[in-house]
């Protein structure tokens, strides 16, 4: 069984800044893929950014130079560091690991940036 817990989302004016966190626990080791998605009310979900077991890291072209996604193949943890936030940055947040063949989901944390 894998579990995703996602952490750090919250209310923050526009401009602002929000670090989110990501822990996979259970039977997964050095997913090849981790990262994150939103969905805002009424849109598909979306990518936002991802990083691979490569190094690779792709972004949203929304998201480009502002946000920062990270990860911690020790501790099995993604983060995604975001700066001048948006109004149309509002949405649930969903981390997600890619292993063994298998997407996993966390249970989304809301973002909100509103002044």
């Known amino acids: 069984q894998v579990q995703l817990v996602e952490s750090g989302g919250g209310l923050v004016q526009p401009g602002g800044s929000l670090r989110l966190s990501c822990v996979a626990s259970?039977?997964?080791?050095?997913?090849?893929?981790m990262g994150w998605y939103r969905q805002a009310p009424g849109k598909q979900r979306e990518l936002v950014a991802y990083?691979?077991?490569?190094?690779?890291?792709n972004y949203a072209d929304s998201v480009k130079g502002r946000f920062t996604v990270s990860r911690d193949n020790a501790k099995n943890t993604v983060n995604l560091q975001m700066n001048s936030l948006k109004p149309e940055d509002t949405a649930v947040y969903y981390c997600?690991?890619?292993?063994?063949?298998?997407?996993?989901w966390g249970q989304g944390t809301q973002v909100t940036v509103s002044s």
């Open positions: 997600n690991a890619g292993y063994g063949g298998f997407d996993y």
């Open positions: 990083t691979f077991s490569s190094g690779t890291t």
């Open positions: 259970g039977s997964i080791y050095r997913p090849y893929g």
